[in-house]
């Protein structure tokens, strides 16, 4: 496992953006898929972005696609969730998660599949 930290929540206007960071702890990271999860309140932890070791293979929840942007620097240890036009839905705690896993979006979109998870961090796009 590696530890995770996000970081960039807050507060922003519909339309608005955001970019959330995840840095991880060990190098062992840079061989990991990571993902991002979003878990509003009363509702299940849903998944929002996945993107392989090598940053060559993506895949978006339908509902962001064309808005946000998954992206990683292995030599930082860090994973980034561009998110743009912010929607009030949007609004939610956003964890980002890692794991050893293969290539699958069937695989890399379920959450029981990832070991490793940060703390969270909020994210509130009001109307």
């Known amino acids: 496992q590696v530890q995770l930290v996000e970081s960039g929540g807050g507060l922003v206007q519909a339309g608005g953006s955001l970019r959330l960071s995840c840095t991880a702890s060990?190098?062992?990271?840079?061989?990991?898929?990571t993902g991002w999860f979003r878990q509003a309140p009363g509702k299940e932890r849903e998944f929002v972005a996945a993107?392989?070791?090598?940053?060559?293979?993506?895949y978006y929840q339908d509902s962001v696609k064309g808005r946000f942007t998954i992206s990683r620097d292995n030599a930082k240890n860090t994973v980034y969730l561009q998110m743009n036009s912010l929607k009030p839905k949007d609004t939610a705690v956003y964890y980002c998660?890692?794991?050893?896993?293969?290539?699958?979006?069937?695989?890399?979109?379920?959450?029981?599949?990832?070991?490793?998870w940060g703390q969270g961090t909020q994210v509130t796009v009001s109307s």
């Open positions: 060990g190098r062992i990271f840079s061989s990991y898929t």
């Open positions: 998660a890692a794991e050893s896993l293969v290539w699958d979006t069937v695989v890399v979109t379920t959450r029981h599949n990832f070991g490793s």
């Open positions: 993107l392989s070791w090598s940053g060559g293979s993506s």
